[in-house]
C-alpha cells in the first residue's frame, strides 16, 4: 500500500504532499495512502567519510558493521562514503535495510606509517598497482594516505613522493576511480592538488594558493571538524617523543577556522564527513554538522551539503524529485532554522521502508 508523507519539503521548502509507491517518490495522488508522517522533508543525509567495518584495532566483524550502519542509518545518513576500511563491506549492497554505501576499499599507506591493521602499507615502487587494485575492487573510490608523522623527520610528513602519487593519481582516473587523500599538513598538498586529485579529507594545512586551486578545479574538500578537534591531545601524546610534530598539529588546530572559512570564502566545495570508525563514533552526523557551523559555516550551506548537495556530489538523486529511490528524513522543525532538530528525527525513510527510533 501506498504512503503518505505531508510537510515542506527542502531544499525549496515548499509543503507538499508526498507519496512512497513501491520504493519511490511520487507525487500523484495514492488512493487509500495512509499518512505515515507530518513534517519538514530533508533528503537522505549524507555521511561523506565514513569507515564502516574499521575500529581501533582495524576489521571488525559483520554484525559489528551491521550495528554501526544501523547507528548511521537511524541517525538520518543514508548514503555513506566509505573513506578506507580493512573489511569487506561489499554484502551491505545486497542488504535494503543498511544506507546505501560507496565503498573506496582499502586505504593505500605507506610501509610503517600509518595506523597498524587500517590498510594496504607499500613501498613507492608498488604504489601504482596497489592503487589499481583499489580502484577495481571499490566503488569508485580509492583512499591514499597523504602525509602521517615520520619518526626521520619527527614531524608529518607525505607519504610518498610528488612523482609517485601523480602516477598513481593518473592510474585510478584511467580504473574510472575517483581519489582523495588524508592530508593534515601542508607539504603533501602541492603535489596532490597539481596531480589532479578530486577530494581531500581534514585539509587543516591549506593555504590560500591551494583552496584557490581547488575552488578553480572543483576539487572537494572533507574537513572532519570533530576529527580536528583531536589535535591538541594528538599534540600532548608525542610531545616528549616528538616535539616537531606537536608544535605542527597544535598551530593546524590553531588555524582550522580559519582555513575552513577560507576555503568556503574561495568557493571550495564543502561536504560533511564525521570520519566514524576507528576512533570516531557512528551516528554522529548531526554532531558534525553543528561543529562546522560553530565554526562560522552558515548553517543552510551545511544542511545542503549534507543532504542534497552531497547526494549529487556522489552521484545519486539530490533527494525528492518524481521517481526518486524514496531515502529521506522527516523532522519536527527546519533543520536550517534549528540544528537540534537534526538529533530528533520524527522517521527516517530509507528505499521507502520506514524506520523509527
Known amino acids: 500500500m501506498a504512503a503518505k508523507f505531508h510537510g515542506p519539503a527542502l531544499p525549496d521548502g515548499e509543503a507538499r504532499d508526498v507519496f512512497v509507491v513501491d520504493g519511490c517518490i511520487t507525487y500523484e495522488p495514492q488512493a487509500g495512502a495512509e499518512t505515515v508522517a507530518s513534517g ?9 567519510h565514513n569507515h564502516l567495518g574499521l575500529e581501533d584495532g582495524g576489521a571488525v566483524d559483520a554484525a559489528e558493521i551491521e550495528r554501526q550502519a544501523v547507528l548511521d542509518r537511524d541517525s538520518g545518513a543514508l548514503l555513506l562514503r566509505d573513506c578506507g576500511s580493512p573489511a569487506d563491506t561489499r554484502w551491505v549492497h545486497e542488504r535494503d535495510d543498511l544506507p546505501r554505501l560507496i565503498r573506496a576499499g582499502k586505504h593505500v599507506a605507506r610501509t610503517r606509517r600509518y595506523l597498524r591493521d587500517y590498510g594496504v602499507e607499500v613501498e613507492p615502487a608498488d604504489l601504482v598497482a596497489t592503487v589499481v587494485e583499489q580502484a577495481r575492487d571499490g566503488d569508485g573510490w580509492v583512499k591514499l594516505v597523504g602525509d602521517w608523522i615520520s619518526r626521520e623527520a619527527g614531524d608529518l610528513a607525505p607519504s610518498f613522493p610528488a612523482a609517485d602519487f601523480a ?8 580504473e574510472g576511480a575517483k581519489v582523495t587523500a588524508h592530508c593534515f599538513g601542508v607539504d603533501v598538498l602541492d603535489g596532490l592538488l597539481e596531480a589532479g586529485i578530486d577530494c581531500i579529507e581534514h ?7 591551494h583552496v584557490e586551486h581547488m575552488a578553480e ?17 594528538f599534540a600532548e601524546a608525542g610531545r616528549d617523543k616528538f616535539p616537531r610534530y606537536a608544535e605542527t598539529m597544535e598551530s593546524l588546530f590553531a588555524s582550522r577556522r580559519d582555513v575552513l572559512m577560507a576555503a568556503h570564502e574561495a568557493g571550495v566545495a564543502l561536504y560533511v564527513g564525521t570520519d566514524g570508525g576507528g576512533s570516531g563514533r557512528h551516528g554522529t552526523l548531526h554532531e558534525e554538522i553543528h561543529a562546522m557551523v560553530e565554526l562560522g559555516l552558515p548553517a543552510e550551506t551545511v544542511i545542503a551539503a549534507a543532504s ?8 545519486h538523486p539530490a533527494g525528492l524529485g518524481e521517481g526518486d529511490p524514496a531515502d529521506f528524513v522527516v ?17 527516517v525513510v530509507l528505499r521507502g521502508a520506514v524506520y523509527r527510533s
Open 40 to 48: 519538514w522533508l530533508v533528503p537522505g543525509l549524507v555521511d561523506a
Open 203 to 209: 585539509g587543516t594545512g591549506l593555504g590560500e594558493q
Open 308 to 315: 542534497w548537495d552531497g547526494r549529487t556530489w556522489l552521484g
Open 167 to 174: 602516477a598513481a593519481i593518473e592510474a585510478a582516473h584511467a
Open 217 to 233: 578545479h572543483g576539487v572537494a574538500l572533507v574537513p572532519t571538524v570533530l576529527q580536528t578537534r583531536k589535535f591538541p591531545g
Open 331 to 347: 523532522y519536527d522543525a527546519d533543520p536550517r532554522a534549528d540544528l537540534s532538530t537534526l538529533t530528533r528525527p520524527a522517521c
